[in-house]
């Protein structure tokens, strides 16, 4: 059994699913956001800038900022109705129509009558969308609000902005919870750069493809065909004979997790491939990958459900 990621054909194209402007409340102009993205290596940026009333609800156009290699794709940071702590409710939507209804959601605080956080979100599914739940830890979300959200197709489990601004980037305890309760979720780690602090290029997807096309990408992105990091590549996994094989950058640590407190470590010296037994998750339905370089810097594959090589 192999994952989409590395059976899928084509190549890893890198971009940021989740960033801001001006048109929000970010501190650079789209170009600029796009220009900084491009000089940086990316291959494609998704400007995600806050749908809300405050900003004349903008799903920035970055259509004339594609060229020479690069590419977009139009998106926003959707928020309507309460998460169980009274805040706004916060969902990446990548791949959404410019012309995508406006909530009622004038501010970032929620309103009586408007759209719940679901109901957002199921729309953006349904108007084409990629959509995440943005950043739990930061957002002090319960496990009844992840539950809520049926139109996900995938967690935030970095979120470089909330690493840098407050240490509180994780999605992954979230996102643990919800498959062991068999929701079918991906993850994915983004910048949520705004650049008004060090919160950019250090979290981004690897995105398999033929082209780097935005309506490629984003089909991959919906088929989980990719992987997320803040550095080192994952080049192959592979199961066979109930053991794990990764083929990758050069790492000291491979790490599998899967239910509860299953998980298992092989650690090394410049490691480019490693190979694991899964006896350890004969209880777990689902298993993910972590590999972590020298510098602490890791990669993370989408989630691996067991049924499909047990
Ligand atoms: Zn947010
Ligand atoms: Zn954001």
């Given at each position: 059994m192999i994952?989409?990621?590395?059976?899928?054909?084509?190549?890893?194209w890198r971009g940021n699913l989740h960033?801001?402007?001006?048109?929000?409340?970010?501190v650079l102009a789209p170009e600029e956001v796009c220009r900084r993205y491009q000089a940086e290596g990316y291959d494609f940026l998704a400007?995600?800038?806050?749908?809300?009333?405050?900003?004349n609800y903008p799903i920035t156009d970055t259509a004339a900022f594609r060229g020479d290699g690069f590419t977009t794709i139009l998106g926003a940071e959707l928020h309507s109705g309460a998460m169980k702590n009274g805040e706004l409710w916060h969902i990446l939507a990548v791949g959404l129509p410019s012309d995508f209804a406006a909530p009622n959601s004038p501010a970032f605080s929620p309103v009586d009558g408007q759209e719940t956080g679901?109901?957002?979100?199921?729309?953006?599914?349904?108007?084409?969308?990629?959509?995440?739940?943005?950043h739990p830890q930061w957002s002090g979300l319960t496990m009844d609000d992840a539950r809520s959200i049926d139109a996900a197709h995938a967690v935030e489990v970095y979120n470089h902005g909330c690493a840098?601004?407050?240490?509180?980037?994780?999605?992954?305890?979230?996102?643990?919870?919800l498959l062991s309760e068999g929701k079918q979720l991906n993850l994915c780690a983004t910048d949520d750069a705004h650049f008004y602090e060090p919160d950019h290029f250090g979290g981004w997807v690897?995105?398999?493809?033929?082209?780097?096309?935005?309506?490629?990408?984003?089909?991959?992105?919906?088929?989980?065909?990719?992987?997320?990091?803040?550095?080192p590549n994952l080049h192959h996994i592979e199961i066979k004979d109930r053991q794990l094989h990764v083929e990758c950058s050069s790492v000291s640590a491979i790490i599998i997790q899967g239910q509860g407190s299953a998980a298992v470590a092989k650690h090394g010296h410049s490691m480019t491939k490693g190979q694991i037994g899964l006896g350890r998750f004969d209880a777990s339905p689902w298993i993910r990958v972590t590999i972590m370089d020298?510098?602490?810097?890791?990669?993370w594959s989408n989630p691996i459900w067991c049924d499909e090589f047990k």
């Open positions: 994952p989409s990621a590395f059976t899928a054909s084509g190549q890893f960033t801001h402007s001006t048109n929000s409340d970010g400007l995600t800038d806050h749908f809300i009333g405050l900003y679901p109901e957002i979100a199921q729309r953006a599914r349904d108007a084409g969308a990629y959509v995440a739940i943005a840098m601004g407050c240490d509180r980037p994780d999605g992954f305890h979230t996102l643990d919870l690897m995105v398999k493809a033929e082209k780097n096309e935005p309506e490629q990408l984003l089909a991959a992105l919906k088929n989980g065909n990719y992987y997320s990091t803040q550095g020298a510098a602490g810097k890791k990669a």
